[in-house]
């Protein structure tokens, strides 16, 4: 694994850790949020097939294990979320679909979140509110360089409590970025384009 790939997998254990007992801690301060989840994710183009021949280039669906704390500021909670995702490499067109095995893609994707409440159902906290911001995207990808890329990312969710401080989460995500893909490593007849990224996870949130 890259270096700095490594160190961002390192990171994130620590950072569960500090952030778990963020709320404790810092009760007194304001109110924090944690969330962690898993969901299922897709995508689209990244690559333009300049031929018309059909073809796209891609990561394989894969899911994504997410990590965030945020805080409120009246209506508004700011924060950052964390996910991880590995896919394969898969080529399809015309009815066809291949799948290299020995090609890994991996993402660590940082987002930098305001969410806001759009609808609350009864007073134990449920409803469905809106999230959106800037993402920054780790890509590396087997046998070459890791790259950077810059995204956007907006979701709904829905939350249902479990208990006061707990909820349960269902999310359904779209994103934009530049592709996972440099032009020096395709084929000449194709192109480097915008990903499209899509995802519905389930999770938990702890806090107020």
Known sequence: MHGVARRIA???????????????????????????????AWFGGGVTDTTGG???????????WSLGADHSLGRVHLGLAFSYLSASLQVSGSGVR????????????????????????????AGFSLSAG??????????????????ALVAAVF???????????????????????NASELPVEFQPSTLLGGRIGIGLRYGD
Do not use: C, H, K, N
């Open 10 to 40: 390192v990171a994130l254990p620590l950072l569960a850790g500090a952030i778990g007992v963020a709320p404790g801690v810092r009760a007194q301060e304001g109110r924090w949020r944690v969330t962690a989840g898993a969901s299922q």
């Open 54 to 64: 059909g073809l796209t280039f891609g990561p394989t669906p894969s899911v994504a």
């Open 98 to 125: 291949i799948v290299s095995e020995d090609t890994q893609l991996r993402q660590y994707q940082m987002a930098a979140l305001a969410s806001i409440q759009l609808l609350r159902l009864g007073g134990a906290g």
């Open 134 to 151: 800037p993402t920054v995207d780790l890509w590396t990808v087997t046998d070459t360089d890791s790259r950077t890329r810059v995204g």
């Open 159 to 181: 939350a249902a409590p479990i208990t006061p401080r707990w909820m349960l989460l269902a999310s359904a995500a779209g994103s934009l970025s530049g592709s996972p893909f």
